[in-house]
């Protein structure tokens, strides 16, 4: 019979994370990525607990917002992404929005506001249901659209392997071309981890290695 300790032990050092488990086995990743007509992504400040998609004063809303909408066949991809000190602004949000132009595009038309936070759940209804209402948030606008971003996931709540990854990679990408990187809550638990999200033409990199970083994104 194996005790406890024994089996404790035994997990510490055979332990191995899906993703590497996946990498070696040459899994192929295409087809993992979810297809969305809307990618709303709101910036949050940390740390995210297991309840922050029920508690949290805008994500909640916002996910209930999203469920309807799956309800009516729309299906949208709500994203958190960290603050960064660098560009970051203590007292707004940063919400970027991607909705698809027409049936067949080739990128997603984009839009990105910096807010209080107590304006993103109604600028979230004006993106989503309302766009009558959008005209009283053009004064939070931002001009990006030339903009490309790239979101790194780095959190380690839902799978650690971001973290253990993921932050790594974060890091040189932002020291290589000390622009605005995203890191971003993770999808669920993949063995593809940790992901890379290209915007606006949502291009998904698995098991990115860290030489990845050959683009500046985030760059005019």
Known sequence: MI???DLETNLETNCRFCSLVSKANGQDPIGSAGTYHHWLIVEIPQPWPTTIW???PIVAPVLQMVKALRQQGV???PL???PERDYSHPDFTRVLYYRRPQACFTAFEK???LLPPSEVVPLATALL???AALPQFEAYRQPTQHLRELFVCTHGNVDVACS???YPIYQQLKKTYAVEWKPESPPPPLPIAPTQNSKPKTQNFPHPPPRLALLPFRWP
Request: no cysteine; aromatic share 14%; net charge neutral.
């Open 75 to 77: 299906y949208v991809r």
């Open 3 to 5: 005790q406890a300790n």
């Open 164 to 166: 253990r990854f993921g």
């Open 111 to 113: 839009q990105e506001f």
């Open 129 to 131: 249901q309302q766009p």
């Open 54 to 56: 029920q508690e949290h």
């Open 80 to 82: 958190m992404i960290a």
